[in-house]
């Protein structure tokens, strides 16, 4: 399984862009990249995928540079309720894939 | 949302007492995992099933076992509590082969050790 590395908090303030990034240096030719997000007394959610390139969904973007070494979690404009845990999780969405969550970022934003 | 429920949501037990908690869904989906949550540790794997009978261990799996005898529901039993094992337990589901791999969490079960 491909490791990974977040850093472990960020602050922000409302408004701003968050840019949150994963080093993923021994991601697989078949591995994807997936962000969930969880919230404080809540188990984590989907946010976003993606294998290559760049990836916007509603809520996030994800950019994925051509080595695919590392990944960005890019949050536009984020407000207090952004305030989450986010985690960066890299491997085959089929079949046996095992999920394997890191300690993930805390995301602190501010007013 | 998914349907995934957990239960019970808090347990206060004592040190050498046996806990199961239950995770139930009305998706079908054929993954189902359990994962502990504690200060520092992030999400960590305990067990997960991919099919009826077919279960095997994650990281953190000494002290914990598993069933699955519906597709629905995937048990955790903790067959002697210790105060280690005082966290927060979420069960999780996938879809798995053809599909994203997108995982559903439940609410999470609370259990205290004393």
């Known amino acids: 399984l491909a490791k990974t590395t977040q850093p472990i908090s960020m602050d922000s303030y409302e408004g701003q862009e968050v840019n949150i990034t994963c080093s993923h240096n021994n991601i697989a030719t078949n591995d994807y990249i997936t962000w969930y997000q969880q919230f404080p007394s809540q188990g984590p959610r989907f946010i976003i995928q993606?294998?290559?390139t760049k990836v916007t969904n509603e809520v996030a973007s994800l950019f994925i540079p051509a080595d695919r070494k590392s990944s960005t979690l890019s949050l536009p404009r984020v407000s207090l309720s952004d305030t989450a845990v986010y985690y960066c999780?890299?491997?085959?969405?089929?079949?046996?894939?095992?999920?394997?969550f890191g300690r993930g970022t805390s995301l602190i934003v501010h007013p | 949302d998914a349907g995934i429920t957990q239960s019970p949501r808090h347990k206060v037990t004592e040190t050498g007492t046996p806990v199961t908690l239950r995770c139930h869904q009305t998706?079908?989906?054929?993954?189902m995992y359990w994962y502990r949550q504690d200060p520092g540790h992030g999400l960590r794997l305990i067990h997960y099933?991919?099919?009826?009978?077919?279960?095997d261990k994650g990281e953190v799996s000494d002290g914990y076992s598993v069933s699955r005898s519906k597709t629905e529901d995937f048990l955790l039993t903790l067959e002697s509590a210790t105060s280690s094992q005082t966290s927060v337990y979420f069960c999780a589901i996938s879809e798995g082969q053809g599909a994203d791999g997108e995982l559903f969490f439940g609410e999470g079960s609370r259990l205290t050790v004393l």
């Open positions: 993606g294998y290559k």
């Open positions: 998706e079908n989906h054929r993954y």
């Open positions: 099933s991919y099919g009826v009978k077919d279960t």
């Open positions: 999780l890299v491997g085959v969405p089929r079949g046996s894939y095992i999920p394997t």
